[in-house]
Structure formats: C-alpha cells, structure tokens
C-alpha cells in the first residue's frame, strides 16, 4: 500500500506542475490576444493613411494633368502669335 501512495503523491505532483503550467500558458495566450488586437489597430491605422494618401495622390494626378493641358494650350497660343507676329512682320517688310 505504500507504493500506491507513492503513486498518488507523484501523480499529485504532476497535476500540481501541469495546473501551473496551463496558468502560465493561459496568462501567455491573453498577453498574446492583447498584443494581436493591439497590432489589429495599428493595421487599422495604416491601412486608412494609405486610402487618405492614395486619395490625395489622386487629387495630385488630376491637378498636375490639368495644369499640364493649360501649359500645352498656353504654349499653342504662344506659338501661334509668334507665328503671327512673324508673317505680319514679312508682310510689312515686303
């Protein structure tokens, strides 16, 4: 009978390391939850920047392509007085 209670100590033991093991692993788990939804928020946070930038990258694009076009017409324009100018010059000195 002594060696039973020999096993029931030693299987006490063991329950008793495995309960402490589990809160260890429990207490890791939640520290590990915390840690995903913090880094959940700052993907939130980065991912609404991005769409904040790519819309003003947009309003960017359609600025410079309008004030392109106007510096191609403004040189069209300028280009044709020029052209202008030049014939009306030729004409009086002839």
Same mark, same amino acid.
């Given at each position: %009978?002594?060696? +039973?209670?020999?096993?029931?100590? =030693?299987?006490?033991?063991?329950? &008793?390391? *495995? +309960?402490?093991?589990?809160?260890? !692993? $429990?207490?890791?788990?939640? &520290? %590990?939850?915390?840690? %995903?939804?913090? !880094?959940?928020?700052?993907? =939130?946070?980065?991912? &609404?920047?991005?769409? +904040?930038?790519?819309?003003? !990258?947009?309003? *960017?694009?359609?600025? $410079?392509?309008?004030?392109?076009?106007?510096?191609?017409?403004? %040189?069209?324009? *300028?280009?044709?007085?020029?052209?202008? !100018?030049? $014939?009306?010059?030729?004409?009086?000195?002839?």
């Amino acid at each position: %009978m002594a060696n +039973r209670g020999g096993y029931v100590t =030693v299987a006490a033991e063991e329950m &008793e390391e *495995l +309960r402490r093991r589990n809160k260890e !692993l $429990s207490r890791e788990v939640e &520290e %590990m939850k915390t840690e %995903m939804i913090k !880094l959940w928020q700052r993907t =939130v946070v980065a991912e &609404e920047a991005e769409e +904040r930038l790519c819309s003003q !990258l947009a309003e *960017l694009e359609v600025e $410079s392509l309008d004030q392109a076009r106007d510096y191609h017409d403004r %040189m069209l324009f *300028l280009m044709d007085q020029i052209s202008r !100018l030049s $014939s009306s010059s030729l004409a009086v000195s002839l």
